[in-house]
C-alpha cells in the first residue's frame, strides 16, 4: 500500500490526498505536525525521507517522492485512470499551467516556513504576516480568475467536466484563503468550481476536517 506523509493542514498534502481519492488508491496517512515538537519535518528519520523538510512524501514500494505536482504526476503515469491530465497537448498544457499558477506563484509566498521566517528574523507582527498572506493570495487568485473565467475550456470544473490537476491544487489554496479571511466575492469562476468539487466525495475525505491528525 502507498504511504503518505501528510499533515491536515498542508496545501501540498491536501493537493495529493484529492489526487489518491480521485484515484481510487487507499493509502496509509502517516501525520506529520508541523508545529509540534519543533516541527517534526525537521526530524532526523524524516529528513532522511525529504531533505528539504516539507510534506508530502509519497512511500511507493522501496520508493520516497517528494513535491506534490511530482507525486500527481507519478499517480497519473502509473495509474493513469481516472485521469488528472487531458488528452491533447494543449489541454495538458493548460492544466499544468494552472496547477503551477497555484503551486509555484501562490503557494511558497505563503508557505509557513516563509511566514515562520519573517518573524523570527524580521520581527513583524501576527497582523502584518497575515496582511503579507492575504495580498499575495489575492494576486494569485486574481489571475487564476483571469485564466479561467470567460475561457470556452474551463467547464465545471477548471478544464472540461472533470477534475483534473488544477482542481487539486485549487481547492487547498481556497481552502486557506478561507482560513486567512482573503476576500473571494470577485472570484465567482474560482468559488462555482470549488463548489463543484466540494460535492465530490474525493474532495470531501481530502478536506483538512477528515484527517486523522486535525486539530
Avoid at 491533447?88 to 516556513?113: K, S
Avoid at 470556452?152 to 482560513?179: K, M, W, Y
Avoid at 473571494?184 to 491528525?213: G, W
Wanted: glycine share 6%; charged share 20%.
Amino acid at each position: 500500500m502507498l504511504k503518505l506523509y501528510t499533515y491536515f493542514r498542508s496545501s501540498a498534502a491536501y493537493r495529493v490526498r484529492i489526487a489518491l481519492n480521485l484515484k481510487g488508491l487507499p493509502y496509509e496517512a502517516v501525520p506529520v505536525h508541523l508545529l509540534r515538537d519543533g516541527g517534526q519535518q525537521n526530524q532526523a528519520d524524516y529528513r532522511a525521507r525529504s531533505p528539504l523538510g516539507t510534506v508530502p512524501t509519497l512511500v511507493a514500494g522501496e520508493q520516497n517522492f517528494t513535491q506534490s505536482l511530482a507525486i500527481i504526476e507519478y499517480l497519473e503515469e502509473t495509474r493513469p485512470q481516472p485521469a488528472l491530465l487531458p488528452a491533447t497537448a494543449e489541454g495538458r498544457a493548460r492544466v499544468r499551467g494552472l496547477a503551477q499558477t497555484i503551486a509555484c506563484d501562490i503557494h511558497p509566498l505563503n508557505n509557513l516556513r516563509v511566514l515562520q521566517y519573517l518573524g523570527q528574523e524580521f520581527g513583524i507582527t501576527q497582523e502584518q504576516k497575515d496582511n503579507w498572506y492575504r495580498h499575495w493570495t489575492n494576486v494569485g487568485l486574481a489571475a487564476v480568475e483571469k485564466l479561467l473565467a470567460g475561457n470556452p475550456r474551463t467547464g465545471s470544473f477548471c478544464h472540461g467536466e472533470a477534475p483534473t490537476v488544477a482542481d487539486c491544487c485549487l481547492i487547498p489554496q481556497v481552502f486557506n484563503a478561507r482560513r486567512f479571511n482573503c476576500p473571494l466575492d470577485e472570484l465567482p469562476t474560482i468559488m462555482r468550481i470549488v463548489a463543484a468539487c466540494e460535492q465530490l466525495p474525493a474532495f470531501q475525505n481530502a478536506a483538512p476536517a477528515r484527517q486523522p491528525d486535525a486539530e
